[in-house]
């Protein structure tokens, strides 16, 4: 079992930066990847980024790509997510996910997390 502990989510406006905190505890050594997902209002839950657990590598969604950096956090087995030039329409419930079983690849489908953080919002005011 795995525990996810978002933090860092507020409001904020356009232009200006968030960084976003994901503590685990747990079977945190079966980690294949770590993700950030995002949902807004009415809308499906969206991959945001992704970063594959033993090299390092790391997957952004287009929409953030250049704008949002995610990285490690060793002393906290998770993951960090830098947030620049925040826009309204990244405005959503932002979630840390553990995937344990892909490691091919960074997956980029809510499915193929096996853990999920309880979420953190994120306002962003034009």
């Known amino acids: 079992q795995v525990q996810l502990v978002e933090s860092g989510g507020g409001l904020v406006q356009a232009g200006d930066s968030l960084r976003l905190s994901c503590a685990a505890s747990?079977?945190?050594?079966?980690?294949?990847?770590m993700g950030w997902f995002r949902q807004a209002p009415g809308r499906e839950r969206e991959f945001v980024a992704g970063?594959?657990?033993?090299?390092?590598?790391?997957l952004y969604a287009d929409s953030v790509k250049g704008r949002f950096t995610i990285s490690r956090d060793n002393a906290k087995n998770g993951v960090y997510l830098q947030m620049n030039s925040l826009k309204p329409e990244d405005t959503a419930v932002y979630y840390c996910?553990?995937?344990?079983?892909?490691?091919?690849?960074?997956?980029?489908?809510?499915?193929?997390?096996?853990?999920w953080g309880q979420g953190t919002q994120v306002t962003v005011s034009s």
């Open positions: 996910a553990q995937n344990i079983h892909v490691w091919s690849k960074i997956p980029t489908t809510r499915g193929e997390y096996r853990y």
């Open positions: 747990g079977r945190t050594f079966a980690t294949a990847s």
């Open positions: 970063l594959m657990w033993f090299d390092g590598s790391t």
